[in-house]
């Protein structure tokens, strides 16, 4: 853990609501000089607290399917570990360590469920051996909720969702480039993007914005390590009775208010209603979930919880679109 004072904590928090706010207009909310919020920006940098900036991609609005996987492994060595994981990153979205009933969690996405099988054929082929058990659910939509324990509880403006909308988008080889870049490099400048892309800045600035527009990208905001924060990082599943819409909402805004819920996610063959947590202690944990079975004892019947220790990769590009765009003939259209 590396301690962090109000002023870093600050610049984290206004990092949640915009990673791409100006160091000008950092400055301004924080009350810090230019140079000092520069400072103090890189620090958390260097130190790897903000592993880098990434773009909150809508991607189930593009046409695909968001698939999440639990691992339980057998007979695995740590060197055998290390390799499923490094063959993994280049194949999914965001893939962490677990501790509970299983053992490594994936999430990715795929423009059909018969895609998404033949990437489970070829791990099986390859790794089959050591794969002891898994665990297939569709997410349908992820809340991405501001974390307001960086700073007086503070839950910032409100929660983000990715889902379908009415109208789907397209997106162009252009498009998808910018999309590229901006997976990991969120604060990059218009005119940096623009020089990379070999195209004009005013253009890159309307893609972006029309991107925005359109819901394609719903947001910016910083990768954090939780280690290194000194947060622990949980998985909670619910089994709920008896609920109506109505009640399902209540839940949401729950999670939407409390500082320390980071995501809440809807699935299909997953639980009926899952949160992330982060918190200092199990204490902490045990105290949340506590307050959520008196409030709601009326229609949550069961839950069980897991432990993320270890984060290696997120993003919200499918591969699909980085495999279509990178051959030498592809669509000119993706939706």
Known sequence: MIKLDRKDRRILYELELNARITESRLAKKTKLSREVVRYRLDKLEK????RYHMALINTLNLGFLMFRTYYKFTNLTPAKEKEIIHYMQKKVNWITKVEGMWNLTTMSFSSSIFEYEKFLADLKAKYGEYIQEYWVSTMTRLWHYKRGYLLDNKKGRSSLMMGERKKKTKLDKLDINILEILLNNGRI???ELAKKLKQHPKLIRDRVNKMICDEVIIGFTPFLDMNKL??????VHFKLKNYSPKKFNSLLKYAEHHPNIAYAVEAVGGADYEIEVQVKNNKELYELIEDIKVKFSEIILDYYFMEYTEEYTLDYLPRELLTAV?????PTKFS
Request: hydrophobic share 35%; charged share 15%.
């Open 230 to 235: 000194g947060m622990n990082y949980f998985k």
């Open 326 to 330: 990178n051959t030498r003939n592809p």
């Open 189 to 191: 400048k218009y005119i």
């Open 47 to 50: 130190l790897g607290i903000i």
